[in-house]
């Protein structure tokens, strides 16, 4: 079955850079679209960003345009979402996420596999 591992959160002060990774098995990950999401505390999970499988074209959520870039490596299986500048309400956990649709939704609930998640903590 498919496997989602995210790596790379952590704890940085306002202004910093955090990359995280997400290393995918069990699927043929060059053809599938991959997005990253966040749940902060008491809020719903967003979709911070996708990228699609032919073209990689991207989508980012308003409040991270200029800030975060998703890329992947089809070589290594894996997605990666660069973060700078962050800020306190960037604070949540991410969770990579993909379906067998080739699409990037909106809707958590159209995500079958999804990682464990991991913790960013921005600090002002």
């Known amino acids: 079955q498919v496997q989602l591992v995210e790596s790379g959160g952590g704890s940085v002060q306002a202004g910093g850079s955090l990359r995280l990774s997400c290393a995918a098995s069990?699927?043929?990950?060059?053809?599938?679209?991959m997005a990253w999401f966040r749940q902060a505390p008491g809020k719903e999970r967003e979709e911070v960003s996708c990228i699609s499988s032919g073209d990689h074209s991207t989508y980012y959520v308003d409040s991270v345009k200029g800030r975060f870039d998703i890329s992947r490596d089809n070589a290594k299986n894996t997605v990666y979402l660069q973060m700078n500048r962050l800020k306190p309400e960037d604070t949540a956990v991410y969770y990579c996420?993909?379906?067998?649709?080739?699409?990037?939704?909106?809707?958590?609930?159209?995500?079958?596999?999804w990682g464990q998640g991991t913790q960013v903590t921005v600090s002002s």
């Open positions: 069990g699927l043929s990950f060059s053809t599938y679209y």
């Open positions: 996420a993909t379906s067998e649709d080739q699409f990037c939704y909106r809707d958590s609930d159209e995500y079958d596999s």
